[in-house]
Structures are given as structure tokens and as C-alpha cells.
């Protein structure tokens, strides 16, 4: 499910308010700018390298990784991915200097245009518990919060 959206694909470039964010998936040479983006978002814990993460999720079918793009230059992304009952997404990011344009929203809706078109009937997604100030912004798109409680477990140690 490749993605290349132009600026008339859903965003408001045309009504002169927004800069043309444009929308392609994300390749292997994306990755310095990708891992720069998510380190600048706030989004890069030790346990979780980045260039990792991103060669992972290019490598399976059931993911990807959306990118938004101002005159080339990555701003924005979102994770997509499925294992054959939820779509789940991750790394949700919008350049600090560009947060604000509703780049963010067109990445979420992106994410759940491919999930849907991979038949998922739901999309789940975690917030840390450090980031609860993004929870609002969640809720704007209407995602609501969920009762149950997460756990989890690593089946493969992460690299220190
Ligand atoms: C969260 C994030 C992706 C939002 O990106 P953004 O481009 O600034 O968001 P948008 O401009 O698309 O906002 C979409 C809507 O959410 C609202 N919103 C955005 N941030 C909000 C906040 N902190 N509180 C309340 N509402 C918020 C906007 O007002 C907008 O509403 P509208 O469409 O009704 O006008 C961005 O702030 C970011 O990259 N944060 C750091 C990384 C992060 O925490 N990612 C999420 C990990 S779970």
C-alpha cells in the first residue's frame, strides 16, 4: 500500500493557509532525518533505538511509515502497523517549529487511511506517561481513552 499524496489530497494548501505538506512513504535513506525528527519530538527513549525501529517497520508488509515533507525536507511522520485484529500507530511527529498547521492530524488520518485499507476495524495507540499533555490532541481527532492497562514484555533484549 504505497503512499504519494499531493498538496489536493486532503490537505488546505489551496486555501492559501497551510504550506503544501506533502505525504510519501518513508525509505531507508529517510532514516537520519526520521531518527533526527523523532529525537527532536521527544519521542526517542534509550530503550528504543530509532534506526532500528525504522528498519523493522520497513521490513514488514503489515507497517510503514508515513512522511510529510515542506519543499523535501521531512516535518512530519507517523507509524502504521497491523497484526490482523487492531491497527496500532506510533511515532506521531511534527517538527517543533512546524506544530500548529494541522500536520499533525493529516499524519494521524493518513495512518488511519492505510489501516483502514488493510481492513482494520479499530486503531489503538499508547501515550506515555510523560506525555500526557498529548492526549488533548488526540481527542480532537477523536480517539477516547481506553480502560484497559497495557503490559508487556521484551522477547528480545533491546541493545543497551
Ligand atoms: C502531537 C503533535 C504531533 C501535534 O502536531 P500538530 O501539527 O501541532 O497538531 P495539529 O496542528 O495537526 O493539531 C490538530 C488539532 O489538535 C489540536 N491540538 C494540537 N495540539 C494540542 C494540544 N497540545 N492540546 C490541545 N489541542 C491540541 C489543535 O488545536 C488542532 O485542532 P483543530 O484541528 O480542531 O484546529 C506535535 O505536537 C508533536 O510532534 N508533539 C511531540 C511528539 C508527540 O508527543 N507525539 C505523540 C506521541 S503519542
Redesign the pocket.
Known amino acids: 500500500m504505497g503512499l504519494a499524496h499531493g498538496p489536493a489530497d486532503g490537505n488546505r494548501a489551496e486555501d492559501g493557509v497551510n504550506a503544501p505538506l506533502l505525504l510519501r512513504d518513508c525509505v531507508p535513506e529517510d532514516s537520519d532525518a526520521v531518527a533526527a525528527l523523532w529525537t527532536a519530538?521527544?519521542?526517542v527513549v534509550p530503550w528504543n533505538d530509532p534506526f532500528a525501529d525504522i528498519a523493522l517497520a520497513l521490513s514488514k508488509p503489515n507497517a510503514t511509515i508515513l512522511l510529510g515533507t515542506l519543499d523535501g525536507r521531512i516535518v512530519?511522520s507517523a507509524m502504521a502497523g497491523q497484526e490482523g485484529h487492531r491497527g496500532w500507530i506510533?511515532?506521531?511527529?511534527?517538527?517543533?517549529a512546524?506544530?500548529?498547521?494541522?500536520?499533525?492530524?493529516?499524519?494521524?488520518e493518513a495512518a488511519e487511511a492505510w489501516l483502514r485499507e488493510a481492513g482494520m476495524p479499530k486503531v489503538q495507540?499508547?501515550?506515555?506517561e510523560t506525555?500526557q499533555?498529548?492526549?488533548?490532541?488526540?481527542?480532537?481527532?477523536g480517539y477516547a481513552r481506553s480502560p484497559a492497562t497495557m503490559m508487556q514484555k521484551w522477547l528480545t533484549k533491546p541493545s543497551p
Do not use: I, K, S, W
Open positions: 519530538c521527544g519521542l512530519a506510533y511515532y506521531v511527529a511534527v517538527d517543533p512546524q506544530q500548529g498547521h494541522g500536520y499533525g492530524r493529516r499524519m494521524v495507540l499508547l501515550v506515555r506525555n499533555r498529548v492526549l488533548a490532541f488526540y481527542e480532537t481527532l
